[in-house]
Each structure stands twice: as C-alpha cells, then as structure tokens.
T-cell receptor, first 113, second 111 residues
C-alpha cells in the first residue's frame, strides 16, 4: 500500500544544532507539505513543494528549509534549532489536478533543549 | 482573520446522540473542503471531503456545505465514545494546492 513515512518519530536535540526530519511518500504525489502543530495554533504550514526542484515558504518558514530532489522525498532542515521549534511536525502529500485530498505522515515529535 | 474558523470546544455529547461540528471560511475562492479526525498523539486522518453545495453522507457521517454562507459542517450520527477526538476542518483553493486548517474542535462522547 502507498504510504507516507516520517523519521525520526521522536528526537531530542540541543539549541543551535542542525536537525533534519525526513519525509518519504510512495503515493507518487507531486505536492508535499510540512506543518507544525502546537497547542493553541493548530496546523501551521512551514514549507511546501509542487514538484521536483520546487519549494515555497509557508506562514512559519523562518529557521526552516526544504529541498526537493525527487518526487518521493521532502526533508525538512532546522539550520540552528531553537527552543521555539519544539513541536510536532507533520509531513503531508496530495495529488495534483482538480480536487485533491491531503494525506499525513505519522508525525515527528521534536524537543529542543 | 483566519481563513478557516472553528469553535475549539470541547463539545460534549452523550453516546448515541448526534454531534454537530461547524466551520466557517473567509476565502470565497475555496472550493474543496475536508474534515479530518485527530486522536490525541496521532496524525490527522481524512474522514470526509465535500466539493459541492449540499449534503454528502458516508455511513454515520454527513458533511454539509453552504458556499453562499461560507459554512461547512459535519454531523456524526449515533456518536460513539470512539468518536472522541479533535476534528479539523480544512479548505483548499481549486488548483492552488494549498490547504487552510481550522484549529480544531475537540469532541467528547460520554458513555
């Protein structure tokens, strides 16, 4: 079955360290998204991509970067982790064209100490 | 103003009752709407999508869309304790590949 997987599922890191969260989907979807979810804020869009080599900033992109070198993967990098980036991160993907549905990975819980 | 607004709840209903969850949106360009269920500690799971005005039924779930009033709702009939979760409403612009999420309504179904 097609799926979307995230790794690691849990990570603890220190302030200032670089962290990369992986996202891999086998749906062959063109569109991929990274969200963070915090109490009181719901799901907030960090970055998104509509295809290979395409990346776009979302509403909370500061301190984060993504790259899209193939259809299946959209890794999220925190260049210098900050305590404010402690959150649960969800990767999601959707197909292109017409009405489309968004499917989520299982999430990555990141703690920055 | 947020693109999608939901009452955060919690909404408490007794087992067997109808739970009614509501959502309003601000962007008239939004054409696709979705309801996601999220259990505590889990990822959002798509349960309903609706694109046209009117009702769409799937089992115990009915989604309702009123584009003139910019209003989306989800009815859960014969609510079960297993329906206790946070329900996220989302809207998307046709062909723009961007989704806007409400902050979610927490539903408690009491046995």
């Amino acid at each position: 079955d097609a799926e979307i997987t995230q790794s690691p599922r849990h990570k603890i890191t220190e302030t200032g360290r670089q962290v990369t969260l992986a996202c891999h989907q086998t749906w062959n979807h063109n569109n991929m998204f990274w969200y963070r979810q915090d109490l009181g804020h719901g799901l907030r869009l960090i970055h998104y991509s509509y295809g290979v080599h395409d990346t776009n900033k979302g509403e909370v992109s500061d301190g984060y970067s993504v790259s899209r070198s193939n259809t299946e993967d959209l890794p999220l990098t925190l260049e210098s982790a900050a305590s404010s980036q402690t959150s649960v991160y969800f990767c999601a993907s959707s197909d292109s064209g017409g009405h489309r549905e968004l499917f989520f990975g299982e999430g990555s819980r990141l703690t920055v100490l | 103003q947020k693109e999608v607004e939901q009452n955060s709840g919690p909404l408490s209903v007794p087992e067997g009752a109808i739970a009614s969850l509501n959502c309003t949106y601000s962007d008239r360009g939004s054409q696709s709407f979705f309801w996601y269920r999220q259990y505590s500690g889990k990822s959002p799971e798509l349960i309903m999508s609706i694109y046209s005005n009117g009702d769409k039924e799937d089992g115990r779930f009915t989604a309702q869309l009123n584009k003139a009033s910019q209003y989306v709702s989800l009815l859960i009939r014969d609510s079960q304790p297993s329906d206790s979760a946070t329900y996220l409403c989302a809207g998307a612009l046709y062909n723009f590949n961007k989704f806007y999420f409400g902050s979610g309504t927490k539903l408690n179904v009491k046995p």
